[in-house]
Nanobody, 124 residues
Framework: QVQLVESGGGLVQAGDSLRLSCAAS????????MGWFRQAPGKEREFVAG????????SYADSVKGRFTVSRDNAKNTVYLQMSSLKPADTGIYYC?????????????????WGHGTQVTVSS
């Protein structure tokens, strides 16, 4: 079992930055590729960013490329999502998830563990 707890969400204005954190506990964090997903009201949960177990490879949704950066610190059992130049379209609940795969997976079905999410609201 892996327990995930997100933090760092909030209400910001367009153009602002936020850093989300996801703290993991339980089984070896470094064995899991990690992903960030988000879900806006009335929409399906979508992939935002992911990082491999080693941290050497990262993947991003086209909508956030160049604005978001995913990173991880295996010594601290934590994965981060640095978000810059935020837009109202980035509003939603952000979830981190752990996958038993070593490479980055883009679909929710490939992730075994999920946090409860943190709300990000970007006003125009």
């Amino acid at each position: 079992q892996v327990q995930l707890v997100e933090s760092g969400g909030g209400l910001v204005q367009a153009g602002d930055s936020l850093r989300l954190s996801c703290a993991a506990s339980g089984r070896a964090f470094s064995n899991y590729a990690m992903g960030w997903f988000r879900q806006a009201p009335g929409k399906e949960r979508e992939f935002v960013a992911g990082i491999t177990t080693s941290g050497n490879t990262r993947s991003y949704a086209d909508s956030v490329k160049g604005r978001f950066t995913v990173s991880r610190d295996n010594a601290k059992n934590t994965v981060y999502l640095q978000m810059s130049s935020l837009k109202p379209a980035d509003t939603g609940i952000y979830y981190c998830a752990a996958s038993g795969y070593t490479s980055v997976m883009h679909t929710t079905a490939t992730y075994n563990y999920w946090g409860h999410g943190t709300q990000v609201t970007v006003s125009s």
